[in-house]
């Protein structure tokens, strides 16, 4: 009797115990973009600033794609990339990070938690003289 007792009691705990729970919202993604804020160096020293929001960069790490969502309309200021979606790679050598954009390398990386460096003149191979440094800063957007 006792056993059918327990059983009972156990039975009605998780029956009770297992409820949905509407006041819990959908968890949340959050997304990295990456915004342009500088680019300096090439042949002629450039040294351009760029407001929040104007090359907006977005790395889709699962599908290996950028996405780049380009404002600028100021032709004389060098911003890297044209609006589009890229298929992208990243190469490790020891601790350096080299990212390549449309199989074509594009340069060293270095992250920090909120600035992304990409370095033209870092690359896998050896050292160049005339590329660009592209300094973005990241921002988080949340998305049910």
Avoid: R
């Avoid at 191979?125 to 990241?138: E, I, L, N, P, R």
């Amino acid at each position: 009797m006792k056993k059918y007792f327990l059983t009972a009691i156990f039975s009605a705990l998780i029956l009770t115990g297992c409820s949905v729970d509407n006041n819990n919202p959908t968890p949340q993604v959050v997304i990295a973009h990456w915004n342009l804020i500088k680019t300096t160096g090439g042949v002629a020293g450039v040294n351009h600033t760029f407001p929040l929001k104007t090359v907006i960069w977005t790395f889709d790490e699962a599908n290996l794609k950028l996405t780049v969502v380009n404002n600028n309309t100021d032709d004389t200021k060098q911003d890297a990339l044209d609006s589009g979606t890229y298929d992208y790679s990243v190469a490790k050598n020891n601790d350096d990070s080299y990212l390549s954009i449309s199989e074509n390398e594009f340069g060293g990386f270095k992250i920090t938690s909120s600035q992304l460096v990409i370095d033209q003149n870092d690359l896998s191979q050896g050292s160049g003289a005339d590329g660009f440094v592209y300094t973005f800063q990241k921002t988080l957007e949340t998305a049910n």
